[in-house]
T-cell receptor, first 114, second 113 residues
Framework: EAGVAQSPRYKIIEKRQSVAFWCNPI?????LYWYQQILGQGPKLLIQ????????DSQLPKDRFSAERLKGVDSTLKIQPAKLEDSAVYLC????????????FGEGSWLTVV | GENVEQHPSTLSVQEGDSAVIKCTYS??????FPWYKQELGKRPQLIID?????GEKKDQRIAVTLNKTAKHFSLHITETQPEDSAVYFC????????????FGPGTRLSVLP
């Protein structure tokens, strides 16, 4: 089966610029997650969608980060304006919601803010 | 909210030896505990998981144990091989409406030939 697709894989931007990441989950997965993984740390949840609704965005820095999943399938994560500390890998993941539990990660989008 | 701690942060073992990584969690309501392996530059991939109604689970050279009373769970890798070298993450979650996973900080395992 096709995995979680993400793009772009790599992005370098200057601070105060904006960037957007795209994610297409595994077909049939209603739950979609965006995680931030800073080098040497575990993934930290930014936002979780159930279909096109937000389940948890408590750790999303809403003054600069936004995310949407308008049609309940693919999703976009935007950062504007970017700060140096936003340099990280942004991992998208998806899962079923029928108790099968397992989440599947994409390859990630590597962001460097200079 | 849930907090997951993981030890050690780095672990080096000789090929063929066993490796053990331990995690503790804070929320007694957590009921699902997966372990992910992440090779350099790659995505985290699930290697084994355990639910709160089970104390131990094994899959070939990998096993996971869970102690709900003490709120800790461990990953055991036997007969380690160089390809086991990676960063391992534990996670804890509560199944409600979807899943809400909290990951540990990771353990870098190096298997020395």
């Amino acid at each position: 089966e096709a995995g979680v697709a993400q793009s772009p894989r790599y992005k370098i931007i200057e601070k105060r610029q904006s960037v957007a990441f795209w994610c297409n989950p595994i077909s049939g997965h209603a739950t979609l997650y965006w995680y931030q993984q800073i080098l040497g740390q575990g993934p930290k949840l930014l936002i979780q969608f159930q279909n096109n609704g937000v389940v948890d965005d408590s750790q999303l820095p809403k003054d600069r980060f936004s995310a949407e999943r308008l049609k309940g399938v693919d999703s976009t994560l935007k950062i504007q304006p970017a700060k140096l500390e936003d340099s990280a890998v942004y991992l998208c993941a998806s899962s079923f919601t029928d108790g099968r539990n397992t989440i599947y990660f994409g390859e990630g989008s590597w962001l460097t803010v200079v | 909210g849930e907090n997951v701690e993981q030890h050690p942060s780095t672990l080096s073992v000789q090929e063929g030896d066993s490796a053990v990584i331990k995690c503790t969690y804070s929320d007694s309501a957590s009921n699902y505990f997966p372990w992910y392996k992440q090779e350099l530059g790659k995505r985290p991939q699930l290697i084994i998981d355990i639910r709160s109604n089970v104390g131990e689970k094994k899959d070939q050279r990998i096993a996971v144990t869970l102690n709900k009373t003490a709120k800790h769970f461990s990953l055991h890798i036997t007969e380690t091989q160089p390809e086991d070298s990676a960063v391992y993450f534990c996670a804890a979650s509560i199944y409600n409406y979807g899943q809400n996973f909290v990951f540990g900080p990771g353990t870098r395992l190096s298997v020395l030939p």
